[in-house]
């Protein structure tokens, strides 16, 4: 009799349980999200200054922080020299030869000119006395080789004054017009290097995380800032394959927060498969193991209203 009485208790209790599971089911949870972005560093460098703080919103242009690159600050003093010599000689190459150049050539012109027309008259007396007997050989060609050095003297000088007179080549002009603009090239590639050594946010972001110290040392590509964007949040939720027909793209829902218990409407954006289960959201997921999993993007439709949302709470969508 026992027995049989337990044996019934037992079945109610069973119907009474499964009347309760097929009665109650789970809301459809979420995740309060938001674009993240991050701000790195382009060159390495200790960290100097930082001018912001974890919780900080920073706009486009904001300083938030130094570096120490004093590698950058001696091959800019370098590049800096160089540009300046190769920009004179640019300079010197376009100008030509001074107006005290040019006097010093005239003068050594009119010396040589001289010396010329000196040695010349004594190579023609000599020439005529050898021709009569009066001069040794030795003593003519002593005469015919200082006549000659004098002419090639004056030949030289002549040249150079004519380059002068004419202007420097086009070959040189363009070489050191070259030598210059490889210069600046080279200074304006410092000067970036040396920009970098300030990190300026290029977008507004609500800092989260500031990832070293001041006096620390920062690499180049690390993530020295991380944060979102505060007109970003959007709504997360993962969807099993047996209850994703009743979703589309572009249907409005009605999602309740709450821990503030807020109630805020959305669209879905986009739907898509999510590559292993380990992407839920939903705390207590329900599906079966051979179901796949979808991914809903919902997107608010007031999104500068909801910045104040924390990042990662508990969203859940009201039917």
Not at 262 to 277: A, E, F, M, P, T
Request: charged residues 25%.
């Amino acid at each position: 009799m026992k027995t049989q009485i337990n044996i019934a208790i037992a079945a109610s209790l069973i119907v009474g349980l499964t009347g309760c599971s097929e009665n109650t089911s789970r809301p459809v949870e979420g995740k309060i999200k938001r674009k993240i972005i991050s701000f790195t560093p382009k060159v390495t460098g200790r960290v100097l200054k930082i001018y912001v703080e974890e919780g900080d919103i920073v706009q486009p242009g904001d300083t938030l922080a130094m570096l120490d690159v004093p590698e950058v600050d001696a091959k800019l003093k370098q590049v800096s020299g160089v540009v300046k010599a190769a920009t004179a000689q640019n300079t010197m190459a376009n100008n030509g030869a001074t107006s005290n150049q040019r006097k010093q050539l005239k003068a050594k012109y009119a010396a040589a000119s001289e010396q010329f027309q000196f040695a010349e008259k004594s190579y023609n007396r000599a020439k005529a006395m050898f021709d009569d007997g009066l001069m040794a050989p030795q003593n003519y060609d002593e005469v015919f080789v200082k006549y000659q050095a004098s002419k090639a003297q004056l030949d030289a000088v002549t040249a150079e004054l004519n380059e002068v007179e004419k202007g420097v080549r086009f070959e040189t002009k363009d070489a050191t017009f070259g030598q210059k603009e490889q210069a600046l090239g080279a200074l304006e590639e410092v000067e970036i290097a040396y920009s970098e050594k300030y990190i300026i946010a290029t977008n507004t972001m609500q800092i989260e995380t500031i990832s070293l110290n001041e006096g620390e040392l920062a690499t180049a590509g690390y993530a020295l800032f991380n944060g979102y964007i505060p007109a970003s949040t959007y709504f997360r939720m993962t969807i099993p394959e047996s209850e994703i027909g009743q979703y589309k793209i572009g249907q409005e829902l009605t999602l309740m927060i709450p821990y503030n218990k807020q109630s805020v409407k959305g669209k879905i954006r986009i739907i898509k498969q999510l590559s292993r289960y380990a992407d839920i959201t939903a705390a207590y997921p329900d599906y079966q193991l051979e179901d796949a999993i979808y991914e809903l993007k919902i997107i608010p439709n007031q999104t500068n209203q909801l910045t104040d949302l924390l990042v990662n709470a508990t969203v859940i969508l009201e039917k």
